[in-house]
């Protein structure tokens, strides 16, 4: 990672909890607004005191602990939108991954060409068996371990 921030928002204090990511993949990046449209109208109608959707927000804020990351892959998605110039810390390796191809709009991977929706542990070894891809990539490759990368790491403090 190039130091971006993974921001968490919490929603919520119920006992039941639900985690959301967007922005997973580096091309996927318009599910980091579409996220954030969910969670500002859900936070306007629970602060207003009015049904949203035909739902009582109050109730899901009571029951329910919404916990969202809105761009879980920042550096991908920097690289997707805006490419890679000379100069930057992993220009060779990128340019080798991506095959020579200057534009990165269908690149999935984090900075370091790992896969972050192939990150979790569950599974791993038959996923990376399945995909058969065995370094970094645009897509893909599993990374050499689970969770090796650090947007895959839990948080140190949740709150």
């Known amino acids: 990672m190039l130091g971006k921030p993974l921001h968490v928002l919490r929603i919520g204090s119920g006992p039941r909890y639900l985690h959301v990511n967007a922005a997973l993949h580096a091309n996927e990046w318009l599910t980091s607004p579409c996220l954030m449209s969910f969670i500002e109208q ?9 049904d949203w959707n035909g739902h009582d927000p109050s109730l899901w804020y ?22 890679v110039l000379p100069g930057h810390p992993y220009y060779e390796e990128l340019m080798k991954w991506n095959s020579g ?24 070894e038959e996923e990376v068996a399945r995909r058969r891809i065995t370094g970094p990539a645009p ?6 371990v689970p969770l090796s990368e650090p947007e895959a790491e839990r948080p140190h403090s949740a709150g």
């Open 42 to 50: 859900y936070a306007s109608a629970y602060a207003e005191g009015r």
């Open 62 to 83: 009571r029951n329910w602990t919404l916990w969202a990351v809105p761009m879980a892959n920042p550096d991908g998605v920097e690289l997707v939108q805006e490419g």
């Open 101 to 124: 191809r200057h534009s990165f709009r269908h690149w999935k991977a984090n900075i370091r060409g790992v896969d972050l929706g192939d990150q979790f542990p569950a599974h791993w």
């Open 139 to 144: 897509r893909d490759y599993s990374g050499p």
